[in-house]
């Protein structure tokens, strides 16, 4: 679980977003903060924006969708796919 592959950083942070739910009271954008703060403080995930991640982390739990932790608008400094539909 502790390691830095995708699986375990992606049950990582559903974890993490499941805590944050669970402190904020349910609170979405409380949560949403609490686990970009979070984000920030693990170490295994320095290379990505904490911001952009903690809301792509609750997008994907919100609408079942597969997490991505390769997306290059993720990192730090990273831009959009050139032909992602998000742009359309």
């Not at 375990?8 to 949560?31: G, P």
């Not at 949403?32 to 295994?44: H, M, V, Y």
């Amino acid at each position: 679980m502790f390691d830095r592959n995708p699986r375990d950083l992606c049950n990582t942070l559903s974890q993490m977003h499941r805590q944050a739910r669970t402190v904020s009271n349910f609170d979405s954008v409380e949560a949403e903060r609490k686990l970009a703060e979070w984000i920030q403080q693990d170490r295994r995930l320095d290379n990505y924006d904490a911001a952009r991640l903690a809301q792509r982390v609750n997008t994907c739990l919100q609408s079942g969708a597969v997490l991505e932790l390769d997306a290059p608008e993720l990192l730090k400094g990273g831009e959009r796919r050139p032909l992602d539909r998000s742009n359309w």
